[in-house]
């Protein structure tokens, strides 16, 4: 098998698989256009630090994603293209980097082959390549601090590389970027390998200075508020209470239902890989099984159960998938499948770039965001009023798609003293609301009608 062709071929064409995507669609509410609107005012604020939301600090999440969104905005402009770009090129070097890794940990180019094809058709994984949220580069630090602590045991000085890909990971999503620290530590202890502690302290240093730094400069800022934020936050999103409380110890069973439903046709060739390492004497392959294991403990005693949580997994899941296919299918079939699935991802790329999506996320509220827009001045807040629920998802593409802050109205007593106070005098409103509370009863002129939003401007007389 000409696997370096192989690699030319698959390289070439996932590429175009999550690149293409890029030049069509929008951004959805959650948690695209949060992301963008935050990086967008980071280019509005000057302040790369503290991360703003509606003109308030944005204190939950750390910011590497919004920072590499707003360096793309500073250099090019705003897009929803490059507000979704970090992922798309984190997605493919997470298909590159499963290629180098498989073969580092199983010395056969064949089976990197497979890994690289696996990761590349993994639907899920491919869904989120094109949306500009956390998952997919995180993921990608992920695998790169994987791979260079799988160099470690030839050069210790990759300690070095896997503590400052370990801090990337964290100031992507800090709560999870914990399973790195967890895997290696048990990596070591599994394989009897004593760390060079000239090289292991300073890693460990690197990996969490930086986030730390971050959490130390917001604790000055603001003090406890932020304590209470960021500690709710947590509360909402990790340790929270459930509702039955029964489910508290159900995040395991739900966890593997979900990736029972979702990956295939890959999941019994992982299953079959899995079997293999753990059985196997072959202890570089343990460093999948742990890899696995641990994300899908964290995932499962958390508070929030979404399959998405496990892309941190998934080139593990790839590299098992192409072990168990190695082991259990004979290499003649193997060849001929390759032969026969290179031309069919090239026919699904081809359709995928000729045939892009269509469904526009922000249909509905493309034309409020551009109207409240264009009748206020810069400064000046727009009343947002949707049924009294917190539509954050309308919130963020407001944000995204506007350029104006809202204030956000949660009740009919809330947008009643709005209506007749001075703080707004342009309202995004649902029809419901519209109907009952504007039409014939405040002078108003309708400055856009969009599903089932409507955006008024008050005036003097009645109209």
């Known amino acids: 098998m000409d696997t370096r062709r192989y690699f030319q071929v698959f390289a070439v064409l996932s590429a175009v698989l999550v690149l293409a995507p890029l030049r069509t669609g929008d951004l959805t509410g959650y948690d695209d256009a949060q992301y963008a609107h935050i990086a967008k005012d980071i280019l509005r604020t000057g302040d790369w630090l503290v991360l703003h939301s509606n003109g308030e600090p944005a204190l939950e999440n750390p910011p590497l994603l919004e920072w590499m969104e707003a360096s793309l905005f ?13 992922s798309a090129v984190c997605g493919l070097g997470v298909i590159l980097l499963v290629f180098w890794l498989a073969r580092k940990l199983t010395g ?3 089976t990197a082959v497979l890994a690289m094809f696996v990761m590349a058709t993994s639907l899920y994984f491919l869904k989120y390549t094109a949306r500009g949220m956390t998952d997919v580069p995180f993921t990608f630090f992920v695998l790169c601090a994987v791979c260079a602590w799988s160099r470690t045991g030839d050069d210790p000085r990759w300690y070095l590389a896997a503590g400052a890909a370990t801090a990337l990971a964290q100031l992507t999503r800090s709560m ?11 990596d070591l202890i599994a394989n009897r390998r004593r760390p060079p502690w000239r090289f292991a302290i300073p890693a460990l240093a690197m990996a969490y200075l930086p986030l730390v730094a971050w959490y130390a400069y917001l604790v000055h800022l603001f003090g406890a508020w932020f304590v209470e934020v960021h500690t709710t936050w947590l509360r909402n999103e990790v340790y929270g209470g459930l509702s039955p409380a029964w489910r508290r110890y159900t995040g395991a069973f739900e966890y593997a239902w979900m990736l029972a439903k979702s990956y295939w046709p890959w999941l019994p060739a992982m299953l079959a890989g899995l079997t293999v390492a753990v059985r196997g004497r072959d202890r570089r392959l343990w460093l999948l099984v742990l890899w696995a294991a641990v994300v899908f403990a964290l995932c499962a005693a958390a508070r929030s159960r979404v399959l998405r949580y496990m892309l941190p997994a998934y080139p593990a899941f790839a590299i098992l998938a192409a072990i168990g296919l190695k082991k259990f299918v004979p290499d003649r079939y193997l060849r001929a499948g390759l032969r026969v699935a290179t031309p069919v991802l090239a026919l699904a790329v081809a359709a995928v770039t000729a045939f892009p999506r269509t469904h526009l996320e922000a ?5 409020i965001a551009k109207a409240s827009t264009a009748a206020t001045a810069p400064g000046e807040r727009i009343g947002f009023y949707d049924a009294g629920q917190p539509r954050f998802d309308e919130d963020n593409q407001l944000q995204w798609y506007g350029d104006r802050f809202l204030i956000r109205l949660f009740s009919r007593e809330q947008l009643m003293e709005a209506l007749h106070g001075s703080r707004a005098r342009v309202f995004v409103l649902d029809r419901d609301a519209y109907r009952a509370d504007v039409a014939g009863q405040i002078g108003h002129q309708v400055l856009a009608q969009s599903g089932h939003l ?3 401007r008050l005036t003097a007389d009645p109209s």
């Open 74 to 86: 500073a250099a090019f402009g705003f897009s929803d293209a490059l507000a979704r770009l970090p």
């Open 176 to 186: 999870m970027g914990l399973a790195l620290p967890a895997v290696f530590a048990m």
């Open 363 to 367: 249909a509905e509220i493309r034309p």
């Open 454 to 456: 409507i955006c008024i």
């Open 108 to 110: 056969d180019s064949q």
